[in-house]
């Protein structure tokens, strides 16, 4: 199947086309975007945002809570210094979602836990 996208040459660019470059677009992702946002976190912060991950957008904190196995206050460092950092935001009270697109499913993609 060809999509009605042509090139300079009027040649046809094939779905398979489409793919190599999507997934080419997904390492430069990987690469420049999230690998650098994940250097700097601690392993704390890493695991908070896998757990983000695991869950439906928006996530709600009592959700998050549970999954980590958190009461009360205890996640609140986690989430100012990410929501700080510009990696999370916080919508409405008691809601938080990924800043940067793609950037649960990057996580979600990780083999180990972080």
Aim: glycine share 4%; proline share 6%.
């Amino acid at each position: 199947m060809y999509l009605t996208i042509y090139s300079r040459k009027d040649e046809k660019i094939t779905d398979q086309v489409m793919k190599k470059a999507y997934c080419a677009a997904i390492q430069d992702m990987d690469d420049n975007v999230f690998v650098p946002i994940m250097a700097p976190l601690s392993d704390n912060d890493r695991i908070f945002l896998r757990a983000m991950s695991e869950c439906e957008e928006p996530v709600k904190t009592a959700e998050l809570q549970e999954k980590l196995g958190e009461k009360g206050p205890a996640i609140q460092p986690y989430r100012r210094r990410l929501i700080d950092a510009g990696v999370i935001e916080a919508p409405r009270r008691g809601e938080l979602v990924f800043a940067v697109p793609f950037f649960a499913d990057y996580l979600r993609s990780q083999n180990r836990r972080f």
